[in-house]
Structures are given as C-alpha cells and as structure tokens.
C-alpha cells in the first residue's frame, strides 16, 4: 500500500472501526449506492482527507476521477455541507 493510501485509509477506517481496504474505498467513491447508502467511511474521506490527499488518492487508486466527482457532488447535495471535491 502507497503511503498515499496508508493516510487515508488511516482517517476513513479509525473513527469508525472499520477495516475497509484501500481498493474498497477506491469502488465505493464511484459508487452511487454508497450515497443511497449513507456509507459514513466515503462520507469520511470527501469531508476529512485534505483535498491534496484526497486527489493523490484518486490517481495512485486509478479512479475514475468524473464518477467519484459525481459522487461527492451527490453526497453534498444530501448533507448539505460544502465538500471540495464536489466543487
């Protein structure tokens, strides 16, 4: 794992208790079932990961950097608060 993935994955699994894996992440923030879903670990990433991180996440993950664009917008939308890579 990247040193990229290693902070992130840091942030997104601790406050919840989760054991999610970097390339699990890497599929739910392309995912439009994970903002049905309310999944708190993506939710995490687009509102605690500086947006650095977060960008350096996507490309080192291989992203797709328009869907998981469409999915922050889409998690913005449905909590109401300002996310940047909604932006």
């Known amino acids: 794992m990247t040193s990229v993935a290693i902070?992130?994955?840091a942030t997104v699994n601790a406050?919840?208790?989760a054991d999610l894996s970097a390339h699990?992440?890497?599929e739910k923030l392309v995912d439009?079932?994970?903002v049905a879903a309310c999944d708190a670990t993506v939710f995490s990433f687009l509102?605690?990961?500086k947006p650095?991180?977060?960008t350096a996440f996507i490309e080192a993950m291989g992203v797709d950097k328009k869907a998981a664009l469409k999915v922050?917008?889409?998690y913005a939308a449905k909590s109401g608060y300002p996310l940047t890579?909604?932006?």
């Open 72 to 74: 922050a917008a889409q």
């Open 85 to 87: 890579l909604a932006a």
């Open 15 to 17: 406050p919840y208790g």
């Open 47 to 49: 509102s605690e990961v």
């Open 24 to 26: 699990q992440l890497a």
């Open 52 to 54: 650095a991180l977060q």
């Open 7 to 9: 902070k992130v994955m």
């Open 32 to 34: 439009p079932a994970s």
